[in-house]
C-alpha cells in the first residue's frame, strides 16, 4: 500500500535528486557515487577518523534534509556512509570487531525544539539499523549512548567561523563519570553527521581522554575537504 501511495506522490510531485534535484532520481546516479566511496582514514585530536564523503555543495542539501527537515530519505544516505565507516574501523582495529557503542554528539535543546525531533540520536538509530541489516553473522552488538553533557549554554555552531567554533565549545562537553563502566569496557566509536571545523568532535575526544577513555575513532557521513587525501 505503501507503494502505491509513494507512485501517486511521485505523479504529482516528480521525485527529484535530494542532492542535485534532477528529476526522476530520490539520488541520481552521479549523487550516489559521491556517497558511496570506501571510508577515508584521517586524523582528528590523534584519533582517527573516517569519512566517505567530501563535504560540498552537492552533500550539504542531504544533510541538511536530514538535520533540519527530518527527512527520512536523507537520513538513511548519511546512515549507510557512516554504518560502512563504523564497520571498517571496527574490523581493522578492534580486538572485538563486533561489537560497538556509538556516542552521540548533543544537540542545543533549542536545536531539538526548532527540529521537533533529537536528529542525531534518530541518526544512531538509523546507523544500528544499517549494520543489523548487513550482519552475517549474528554477533553484532552495536548500541548507542548520549555521554556528552553540555557545561553551558553554547551557540549552535553554523554562523560560526573555525576559531568562533573553536571558543564556543572550548571545554563545554563532560562525560557524568557514570559513564565510565560502559565506555571502559566497549569499542567507543564518536558519530557526527558532518565534521567541518572538527571542533565539536575535538571537544567531545578531549571530554572522554579527561574520563579516560579513548575512543577508537569518530566517524563521520561526510567532513571537510581538508580531511581528505591531496592527489
Ligand atoms: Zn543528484
Aim: glycine share 6%.
Amino acid at each position: 500500500m505503501f507503494g502505491a501511495i509513494a507512485s501517486l506522490s511521485d505523479l504529482i510531485y516528480p521525485a527529484q535528486c535530494l542532492g542535485c534535484r534532477t528529476l526522476g532520481f530520490s539520488l541520481c546516479p552521479r549523487c550516489t557515487r559521491l556517497w558511496s566511496g570506501r571510508p577515508i582514514y584521517s586524523q582528528l585530536s590523534g584519533v582517527r577518523l573516517l569519512t566517505t564523503t567530501k563535504y560540498s555543495e552537492q552533500v550539504a542539501p542531504i544533510v541538511l534534509a536530514a538535520k533540519e527537515r527530518g527527512s527520512l530519505a536523507a537520513r538513511e544516505i548519511l546512515a549507510d556512509s557512516i554504518a560502512r565507516s563504523v564497520q571498517a574501523l571496527l574490523i581493522e582495529s578492534a580486538a572485538n570487531p563486533y561489537q560497538a557503542l556509538l556516542l552521540n554528539i548533543p544537540s542545543t535543546q533549542s536545536a531539538i525544539r526548532r527540529r521537533g525531533e533529537n536528529h542525531s540520536w534518530a541518526l544512531l538509530g538509523e546507523v544500528q539499523k544499517c549494520l543489523r541489516r548487513g550482519d552475517k553473522t549474528g554477533q553484532w552488538e552495536i548500541s548507542r549512548v548520549s555521554p556528552f553533557q553540555l557545561l553551558r549554554r553554547v551557540k549552535d555552531q553554523s554562523g560560526l567561523d573555525p576559531e568562533e567554533r573553536r571558543q564556543n565549545l572550548h571545554m563545554a562537553l563532560t562525560v557524568p563519570a557514570e559513564h565510565f563502566p560502559i565506555l571502559v569496557s566497549n569499542n567507543v566509536v564518536i558519530v557526527d553527521d558532518v565534521v567541518t571545523s572538527g571542533s565539536t568532535c575535538r571537544e567531545a575526544i578531549r571530554a572522554l581522554l579527561a574520563l579516560g577513555i579513548v575512543p577508537l575513532g569518530v566517524v563521520a557521513a561526510c567532513a571537510s575537504p581538508t580531511y581528505f587525501p591531496v592527489r
